[in-house]
């Protein structure tokens, strides 16, 4: 009978110390609208040189923090949100008559806008996310990529989430467009 009665007097202490274990644990869900901080690490291929933050904000409740780095003979692009990390390398500027160089879109999720990011020509004074059904036109942030010792510009447009855009505008600041280029 005795080791009855001590089983029967463990599993309750057990028991106890489960549920204390739990309530100990929280996870915290990431504000959306944090603006990422802290030292920059390559997410993509390994840098090769240093990794140069060319921008940050919060736009539309996400915010986000842009940057671009050296990897042997190519660049990679780092867009970092409080949600997750996009990075591309390759020939990201424009080559040629293009006005458009690497153009990457981030997934937004649960009611959250896309984040469309790219690199355009120096002669770009504005990128205009467009939607074709409604014609609305919502503005990219440019950043320089003078830091980087690289010709022309970065962008990065958080539109509305009620907005899907279908095609970037690529305008020099006379008003001409310098290039029409659909999103996938």
Same mark, same amino acid.
Not at 9 to 33: G, K, M
Not at 104 to 127: K, L, N, S
Not at 140 to 146: E, F, I, K, N
């Given at each position: 009978?005795?080791?009855?009665?001590?089983?029967?007097?463990?599993?309750?202490?057990?028991?106890?110390?489960?549920?204390?274990?739990?309530? &100990? *644990?929280?996870? #915290?869900?990431?504000?959306?609208?944090?603006?990422?901080? %802290?030292?920059?690490?390559?997410?993509?291929?390994? *840098?090769?040189?240093?990794?140069?933050?060319?921008?940050?904000? $919060?736009?539309?409740?996400?915010?986000?923090?842009?940057? &671009?780095?050296?990897?042997?003979?190519?660049?990679?692009?780092?867009? #970092?949100?409080?949600?997750?990390?996009?990075?591309?390398? %390759?020939?990201?500027?424009?080559?040629?008559?293009?006005?458009?160089?690497?153009? +990457?879109?981030?997934? +937004?999720?649960? %009611?959250?806008?896309?984040?469309?990011?790219?690199?355009?020509?120096?002669?770009?004074?504005?990128?205009?996310?467009?939607? $074709?059904?409604?014609?609305?036109?919502?503005?990219?942030?440019?950043?320089?990529?003078?830091?980087?010792?690289?010709?022309?510009?970065?962008?990065?447009?958080?539109?509305?989430?009620?907005?899907?855009?279908?095609?970037?505008?690529?305008?020099?600041?006379?008003?001409? &467009?310098? #290039?029409?280029?659909?999103?996938?």
């Amino acid at each position: 009978m005795g080791i009855a009665t001590r089983v029967r007097a463990t599993v309750p202490l057990v028991l106890v110390l489960v549920l204390a274990a739990c309530s &100990i *644990a929280t996870v #915290e869900t990431p504000d959306p609208a944090a603006i990422p901080s %802290g030292s920059l690490v390559p997410s993509g291929d390994d *840098a090769t040189g240093p990794v140069i933050e060319l921008g940050s904000s $919060n736009a539309q409740g996400v915010g986000w923090r842009y940057s &671009i780095y050296p990897s042997g003979d190519a660049w990679c692009t780092q867009l #970092e949100t409080a949600l997750g990390t996009s990075t591309g390398c %390759g020939d990201i500027l424009p080559s040629g008559d293009a006005a458009f160089g690497s153009v +990457g879109v981030m997934q +937004g999720d649960e %009611g959250r806008p896309d984040i469309i990011e790219g690199m355009a020509t120096e002669e770009t004074f504005t990128v205009w996310l467009v939607e $074709n059904e409604s014609q609305r036109r919502f503005p990219a942030t440019l950043m320089p990529l003078d830091e980087a010792d690289l010709d022309g510009v970065a962008f990065v447009g958080v539109p509305p989430a009620d907005m899907t855009v279908t095609h970037l505008l690529a305008m020099a600041s006379s008003g001409e &467009i310098l #290039e029409t280029y659909e999103l996938p």
